[in-house]
């Protein structure tokens, strides 16, 4: 199954297989993925804004069951993003990471996060991966009901605000700190299924 998609490249759906567009694929963690894993986690910048931080490959392939747990239970729909490169399109390594999380009983509700490694950002990754899912999760899948798509960030994460602005998350509130896990204040952006 094929959508159009808003920068007019053709975008294919494949269940829980994975998601293509021309220059990324989006598909399920797979355990071989643990050293990039480990090796993203280094970053400062994704141990500043992520609470979750991935020391070494126990911890990692941990997290990568609970990521096939939470598709197993239709809870969440966790993607690794790669690239695609050469005239194959073959697929490298994985650059960032993007999840749907529900956070009601019904799964009309979820939340969105993401993060890319350091060497590729700035390149449209993730306003691009966010879009595909966005659009997907609250359009053409049939796993969740969702309605409603929250994506939260602290207020002096600008990259991570601009992201969601390109992607129409609309600004719906500021969140005051809950420290110690969320320091700062944060921002509640919201993308609705404007179809339902
Ligand atoms: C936020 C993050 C995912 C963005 O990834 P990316 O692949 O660079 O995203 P994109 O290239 O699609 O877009 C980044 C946008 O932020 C802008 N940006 C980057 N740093 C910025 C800053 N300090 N202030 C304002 N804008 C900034 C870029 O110019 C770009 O906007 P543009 O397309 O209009 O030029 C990445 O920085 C990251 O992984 N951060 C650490 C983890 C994180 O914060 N995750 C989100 C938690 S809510």
Wanted: glycine share 8%.
């Amino acid at each position: 199954m094929t959508q159009q998609h808003p920068w007019g490249v053709m975008v294919e759906i494949l269940g829980h297989e994975g998601i293509s567009t021309p220059a990324l694929r989006l598909r399920p963690w797979r355990t071989e993925d643990a050293v990039a894993l480990v090796a993203a986690h280094r970053d400062p910048l994704l141990r500043r804004w992520l609470t979750t931080s991935l020391a070494s490959g126990t911890e990692a392939r941990r997290w990568i069951d609970d990521q096939s747990e939470g598709w197993a239970t239709g809870v969440r729909f966790s993607f690794a993003i790669l690239e695609c490169r050469g005239k194959n399109g073959d697929a490298g390594r994985p650059v960032g990471h993007i999840a749907v999380t529900a956070t009601d009983s019904s799964k009309t509700l979820a939340t969105v996060g993401y993060w890319t490694s350091a060497e590729v950002r700035g390149r449209g990754i993730a306003g691009r991966a966010l879009e595909v899912v966005s659009r997907w999760a609250l359009g053409s899948q049939r796993i969740m009901p969702l309605t409603r798509l929250d994506l939260l960030h602290a207020v002096d994460n600008h990259a991570s605000c601009r992201v969601a602005e390109k992607c129409r998350y609309a600004l719906r509130s500021i969140l005051p700190a809950q420290p110690p896990a969320f320091p700062r204040d944060g921002h509640l952006h919201v993308r609705i299924n404007s179809d339902a």
